[in-house]
């Protein structure tokens, strides 16, 4: 074994080429799974868009930095599927730029987060996490409740989105700031759009319980409710491979 490697390192092309070899079919190891992603990602005929709010209150979850103690990807593992739901699919993620599966856990999975607790304990969480689980590391973010949200930038936000393949229509771009003061306003005259243009299943209600221009904590609650529910394609599975 040393005696031919003694003999092939002495001979400067040879070696080359070897490692290129070797490098190569490590490289292809890597790749050949991507030939077959047309048939490894799952159909999701149902799978819905983020709102504007949603994709606002996804924006402030990137720079609060929860990814660095929450991951969204729950694993084929029986105690995650135990503890959080059926495990992530690769479709679940279709429409995540940048992705935020994450790689540490010190609290929670999020990826199923949404309609797990009721809106009044999200912003009591957020607002004191010790207030509700006494034991709690979380930091607090209440200045979330008292910072007033931008929208005025959010087709812009929209239409980035569509330039890496989110289906963003024109008519979404031109009203994402008028549907995220919507969604968070259910009685004013902009929430009947939200529906309209993002599908009956949104969530459209004051998700701070009081309506009007919506803060950075109505955009980050109206994210965590939606965390795992824009499509049933994962529960669906589940369903069908306990039958
Ligand atoms: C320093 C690490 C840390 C950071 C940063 C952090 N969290 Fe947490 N989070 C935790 C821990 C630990 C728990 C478990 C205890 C608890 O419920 O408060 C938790 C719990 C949660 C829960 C409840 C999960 C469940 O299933 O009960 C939610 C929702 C949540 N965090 C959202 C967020 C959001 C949104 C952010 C960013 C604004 C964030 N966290 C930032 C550590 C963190």
């Not at 660095?68 to 729950?74: E, G, N, P, R």
């Not at 529906?195 to 299943?201: D, I, K, L, N, T």
């Amino acid at each position: 074994m040393f005696g031919f490697h003694y003999r092939l390192e002495r001979h400067a092309l040879r070696f080359v080429i070897a490692v290129i070899l070797v490098a190569g079919i490590g490289g292809f190891v890597e790749i050949a799974p991507l030939f077959t992603i047309s048939e490894t990602v799952e159909a999701a005929p149902d799978m819905r868009l983020y709102t504007p709010l949603e994709v606002a209150g996804r924006n402030i979850y990137m720079r609060e930095g929860c990814y660095a103690c929450h991951s969204q990807m729950i694993r084929t593992l029986r105690d995650d599927v135990e503890r959080y739901g059926p495990y992530s699919l690769a479709v679940e993620s279709k429409y995540d730029h940048p992705m935020l599966w994450g790689s540490k856990r010190t609290g929670p999975d999020l990826a199923r987060i949404g309609g797990k607790y009721s809106d009044e304990w999200q912003v009591a969480h957020l607002q004191d996490p010790r207030a509700v689980v006494p034991e709690s590391k979380m930091p607090s973010y209440a200045f979330l409740g008292r910072t007033p949200l931008k929208t005025s930038d959010l087709g812009l936000h929209l239409k980035a989105l569509r330039k890496v393949g989110v289906p963003y229509t024109g008519e979404m771009v031109a009203n994402a700031p008028a549907d995220a003061y919507g969604q968070a306003a259910p009685d004013s005259p902009y929430a009947a759009g939200v529906a309209q243009r993002y599908g009956e299943a949104t969530q459209v209600r004051a998700f701070m319980g009081r309506q009007g221009d919506p803060t950075e904590m109505d955009a980050l609650v109206a994210y965590l409710q939606v965390l795992g529910r824009l499509t049933d394609v994962a529960k669906a599975q589940q369903a069908q491979a306990a039958e």
